[in-house]
C-alpha cells in the first residue's frame, strides 16, 4: 500500500522561507495524484496546492507565487517549497496522495486515501 510520510518544517519568522518533502513508498509518486494541505488550530483542514496524475498544477489564492508543489521522480517524493512566509501560515500541514485521475474536487481531502503524519509550520512576527 502507499505510505507518505512528511519531513520539514519548523518555525520561521515572517518573509523567511521553509521545504516541506513527503517521502512516498509503495508506489511511484509520478503515477499519483497528490496535494498538501494544512489546518491551523481551531480551523477547517484547507487545501494548499494540487497536482494531478499529468502534472496540472493549482494553487489556493493565499499561496500563489509564494508556495510551488512538485514532485522529484528520482527521489519519490512530493515537494512543497514555501518563501515570503506569513503568520497566517502557520499550521499542520499535510501531504496527501490518491491513484484516482482525475480528482473531482482535488482541494478536497475526502477525495484522497493516502496521507502523511503531517509536520508543524510556525511563523512568528
Known amino acids: 500500500s502507499v505510505r507518505l510520510v512528511n519531513s520539514g518544517g519548523g518555525s520561521v519568522q515572517a518573509g523567511g522561507s521553509l521545504r516541506l518533502s513527503c517521502v512516498v513508498s509503495?508506489?511511484?509518486?509520478?503515477?499519483?495524484?497528490v496535494a498538501w494541505f494544512r489546518q491551523a488550530p481551531g480551523q477547517q483542514r484547507e487545501g494548499v496546492a494540487t497536482?494531478?496524475?499529468?502534472?496540472?498544477?493549482n494553487h489556493a489564492d493565499s499561496v500563489k507565487g509564494r508556495f510551488t508543489i512538485s514532485r522529484d521522480s528520482a527521489q519519490n517524493t512530493l515537494d512543497l517549497p514555501m518563501k515570503s512566509l506569513k503568520t497566517e501560515d502557520t499550521a499542520l500541514y499535510y501531504c496527501?496522495?490518491?491513484?484516482?485521475?482525475?480528482?473531482?474536487?482535488?482541494?478536497?481531502?475526502?477525495?484522497?486515501?493516502?496521507w502523511g503524519q503531517g509536520t508543524q509550520v510556525t511563523v512568528s512576527s
Open positions: 496527501a496522495a490518491d491513484g484516482t485521475w482525475p480528482i473531482p474536487h482535488p482541494f478536497r481531502g475526502a477525495f484522497y486515501n493516502y
Open positions: 497536482q494531478g496524475r499529468f502534472g496540472n498544477t
Open positions: 509503495g508506489f511511484t509518486v509520478e503515477a499519483l495524484s
